[in-house]
T-cell receptor, first 109, second 115 residues
Framework: GQNIDQPTEMTATEGAIVQINCTYQ??????LFWYQQHAGEAPTFLSY??LDGLEEKGRFSSFLSRSKGYSYLLLKELQMKDSASYLC??????????WGAGTKLIIKP | GAGVSQSPSNKVTEKGKDVELRCDPI?????LYWYRQSLGQGLEFLIY????????KSGLPSDRFSAERTGGSVSTLTIQRTQQEDSAVYLC?????????????FGPGTRLTVT
């Protein structure tokens, strides 16, 4: 079967760095997405990786290793507004998105 | 430009009633997706449209669920004889194409409560 694994919840301190991991087992691979979802709101796009390596976008970076079925989202200089759920999603061989359950990130002052 | 819109934003219905949820995608987006999200859970894929056709209906939970899309634009998700387990937030998303590395743009969702 197809599976996306992420930690359920993480806690970090304002100003610090946090890494949210995602491992996947899917039938084929055609890209990996990270989305941010604030409580009561719709998900919004953060990043897309299709080749191995690190993609940096401001305070957020996303890394992919296809051979290991592994990705992480790195958030630097954490702000209180970064408190949200972070969803990992993989596009499989049929180009359908398989979604993880999300990681709830709690930022403490 | 306008984003994805959904209506109603909230719907409370009695068990056994039918409900219809509406999604207006971003103009020009050919692909449209319906998802369901229960409290504290991830996204559950329901159905995907490419234009007016639905090549993937595999996520629809039962035959009480149906969806259509007309004119390559507006889509409606209909749930017949609602059950309490249908209570969730129903999210619609659109993207420029169904295939390829295009991100999905989500609407604000419809919160459905079945009493």
């Amino acid at each position: 079967g197809q599976n996306i694994d992420q930690p359920t919840e993480m806690t970090a301190t304002e100003g610090a760095i946090v890494q949210i991991n995602c491992t996947y087992q899917t039938s084929g691979f055609n890209g990996l997405f990270w989305y941010q979802q604030h409580a009561g709101e719709a998900p919004t796009f953060l990043s897309y990786n299709v080749l191995d390596g690190l993609e940096e976008k401001g305070r957020f970076s996303s890394f992919l290793s296809r051979s290991k079925g592994y990705s992480y989202l790195l958030l630097k200089e954490l702000q209180m507004k970064d408190s949200a759920s972070y969803l990992c999603a993989v596009r499989d061989s049929n180009y359908q998105l398989i979604w993880g359950a999300g990681t709830k990130l709690i930022i403490k002052p | 430009g306008a984003g994805v819109s959904q209506s109603p934003s909230n719907k409370v219905t009695e068990k056994g009633k039918d409900v219809e949820l509406r999604c207006d995608p971003i103009s020009g987006h050919t692909a449209l997706y319906w998802y369901r999200q229960s409290l504290g859970q991830g996204l559950e894929f329901l159905i995907y449209f490419q234009g007016n056709s639905a090549p993937d209906k595999s996520g629809l939970p039962s035959d009480r669920f149906s969806a259509e899309r007309t004119g390559g634009s507006v889509s409606t998700l209909t749930i017949q004889r609602t059950q309490q387990e249908d209570s969730a937030v129903y999210l619609c998303a659109s993207s420029p194409e169904g295939l390829g590395g295009y991100e999905q743009y989500f609407g604000p969702g419809t919160r459905l409560t079945v009493t």
